[in-house]
């Protein structure tokens, strides 16, 4: 399976800032996906990071506050944007190698909003 | 929306004991997948289940696809320490990672020494 580095892995922030996600694949992969686990929670799909175009986002999460970019098979970001507390969860990119491949995900972005 | 049910929410066993954790839903998957998650890290695949009866082993873990589709179950046999975690099952309307995965709550285990 492909070695999924996501940065940062852990970071406090401040409300009414931005955080940007990073995730990097070692080789590429045909699905990106963004997933998020509040506290104690189950993982929540956010949206699908779809290369070289517009994300597709779940329902109760929008663009606005969630913008995601993928500009290649190995690469995406996830900025959560107008931090608030209710913010503060652990974010996990997730991929597939092929679109016959189970889902394997990074070690996640633990994020404190204060 | 489809949901998937664990339960118990936590567990607790004796080193070397066995233990069995079920998934049920109330809709069909075609896939089942098995995740196991540490504390500070992400889940990590343990077993990918894609037919209705289906039994996969992986070492001490065994899974069964449910013949119905609306349920799965994992087995650990002779548990050890380092199985503490917490269980994730999750199923897929179609295999691939193109279809959307419906996660369960999650079974914390704790194994006693």
């Known amino acids: 399976s492909a070695v999924i580095s996501q940065k940062p892995s852990r970071d406090i922030c401040q409300r009414g800032t931005s955080l940007t996600i990073q995730c990097q694949v070692d080789?590429?992969?045909?699905?990106m996906f963004w997933y998020r686990q509040q506290p104690g929670q189950s993982l929540t799909l956010i949206a699908t990071a779809n290369q070289g175009s517009e994300a597709t986002y779940e329902s109760g999460f929008v663009i606005d506050k969630f913008p995601i970019s993928r500009p290649n098979l190995t690469f995406s970001t996830l900025t959560v944007s107008n931090l608030s507390p209710e913010d503060s969860s652990i974010y996990l990119c997730?991929?597939?190698?092929?679109?016959?491949?189970?889902?394997?995900f990074g070690n996640g972005t633990r994020l404190t909003v204060t | 929306g489809q949901q998937l049910n664990q339960s118990p929410q936590s567990m607790f066993i004796q080193e070397g004991e066995d233990v069995s954790m079920n998934c049920t839903s109330s809709?069909?998957?075609?896939?089942w997948l098995w995740y196991k998650q540490d504390p500070g890290e992400g889940p990590v695949l343990l077993i990918a289940?894609?037919?209705?009866?289906e039994l996969t082993s992986n070492g001490r873990l065994t899974a069964q696809f449910g013949i119905t589709r609306k349920d799965s179950f994992l087995n650990i046999s002779a548990s050890i320490p380092s199985d503490v975690g917490i269980y994730f099952c999750a199923g897929q309307d179609d295999t691939g990672a193109n279809s959307k995965l419906t996660f369960g709550k999650g079974i914390t285990l704790s194994v006693r020494p």
């Open positions: 289940l894609y037919k209705a009866g």
């Open positions: 809709s069909i998957f075609n896939t």
């Open positions: 997730s991929v597939g190698l092929d679109y016959n491949s189970p889902l394997h």
């Open positions: 080789s590429q992969v045909t699905m």
